[in-house]
């Protein structure tokens, strides 16, 4: 798949964003005064921002309101309204937190309860595409969650976030081991991309365009091997090890922002081989796998 940066974006800030709003909803930090207005807003200005970063992928960013719309079938739509009463639920307990309000706690609790379930939903939108095997399996809502929850961890500085991020780094190696091989256990062939198979074996002799066209640019996206094995490490060590050692280390809030961007750009090239290596069954359809 093409690994469109709106897309990559928007899925590494909400995810660390919402993880961030579940910690203070849940009372992990007690802020008050500037320093929650800070923390409050760190929290809603990563979760905006990939939100935002969201709707540059579309075709016409003003059909956006439209995936509201689309609830009952569409996971896009349900992560739609989920990430709306999420920001909208937890606007009062970070206004209590700020203005010293005192608010019932509970309502923190229930929005980052939808926090998580936001970052659910976000996946289950990969996830529930049949047509892409290196997504279509229950690591994926998991990899998502451990990113979220171990970014909310860090973020908060609770001492056994160094726990959570040893943890994305596990599930990674998991998600790349089960995907490099999803395609295959699919059992996808061109025959079946075609229809064809019940006639036999299928052969492309000539390419269905000859010239490029939406599918092609976007739904077929070839990565080396070599490129992919060592940008792997390198989304293994920074999102994972290094921040998980930094935090063991005594340097307090200079040791949260560091691990912090660390494991941001290690999620970024995680996610960027989380689209790269998909393959779509229509690279069948043409002949190429990508």
């Known amino acids: 798949m093409h690994p469109a940066p709106s897309v990559i974006l928007f899925s590494v800030l909400s995810g660390l964003g919402f993880g961030f709003l579940a910690f203070l909803g849940w009372g992990a930090l007690m802020p008050s005064g500037w320093l929650a207005f800070l923390l409050w807003g760190l929290g809603y200005g990563l979760a905006v921002a990939g939100l935002l970063a969201a709707t540059f992928h579309l075709g016409n960013p003003k059909n956006a309101l439209k995936a509201f719309t689309q609830w009952r079938t569409s996971w896009l739509s349900r992560e739609a309204w989920a990430s709306v009463a999420t920001l909208i639920l937890l606007a009062p307990v970070a206004l209590s937190d700020i203005f010293g309000l005192g608010l019932p706690r509970i309502l923190g609790q229930v929005g980052g309860a939808l926090a998580i379930l936001t970052v659910f939903t976000t996946a289950m939108i990969y996830t529930q595409i049949k047509a892409v095997p290196r997504w279509h399996h229950w690591l994926t809502p998991v990899m998502f969650l451990t990113f979220a929850l171990a970014g909310g961890a860090m973020l908060s500085g609770r001492a056994w976030a160094p726990v959570l991020l040893l943890a994305v780094g596990a599930v990674l190696l998991a998600v790349w081991r089960v995907g490099d091989g999803a395609f295959a256990a699919a059992g996808q ?22 010239a490029g066209n939406y599918l092609k640019r976007e739904m077929i996206f070839v990565v080396g091997r070599k490129h992919a094995a060592r940008l792997r490490k390198i989304a293994l060590v920074l999102a994972s090890v290094a921040p998980a050692l930094v935090l063991l280390l005594p340097l307090g809030l200079f040791g949260i922002a560091l691990a912090t ?30």
């Open 189 to 210: 062939s061109l025959g079946t991309a075609t229809g064809l198979d019940r006639l036999g074996v299928p052969s492309v002799l000539d390419p269905a365009h000859t």
């Open 261 to 290: 961007v660390l494991h941001l750009a290690g999620a970024l090239a995680a996610r960027w081989l989380f689209f790269a290596e998909a393959e779509h069954v229509v690279g069948l359809y043409y002949g190429a796998r990508g």
